[in-house]
């Protein structure tokens, strides 16, 4: 049994990070397989344009239909889920799903502007991201306090 299943199964309510590109690209089959158990998933920019090009979305979609279609994949469970699609300093797309077939609806959150002597090492900030939106979240926080702890940290 999968983790992934073994959290849908005992209703255990579970993140995912798309993580790296080369995943879609190499083992697809094996992250929709994932993904179909998330309740709270997290993309970065190149993340969710992978996304969109293993999905074969049209050339160009927006951040906010790529996180719409991340929402609505399907999904197993009890909870909708809820795509998080970061995008360096462009705002925090968050799209929620529906499990009665609605549309996904989407809000976006600003980032605010960070001067270049605040900027000391971009990597590991998704890390940082996701890590402050679960802490937020593990305290029953609403979307926006888990969203701004990410950017935070981030």
Known sequence: MTVAKYATEND???G???SA???LQFELANVLAALEHADYVFANEDETAAFATAQAMPEGSSVAD???AIASFKKVGSRPRIAICTNGPAPVVVATGSLDG???TVVEYPVPALTNDQIVDTNGAGDAFVGGFLAELRQGKDMAACVNAGIFLS
Do not use: T
């Open 12 to 14: 255990i309510p579970l």
């Open 21 to 23: 590109v080369f995943l």
């Open 66 to 68: 790529i996180a719409k």
């Open 102 to 104: 609605a549309e996904a």
């Open 16 to 18: 995912f990070n798309l």
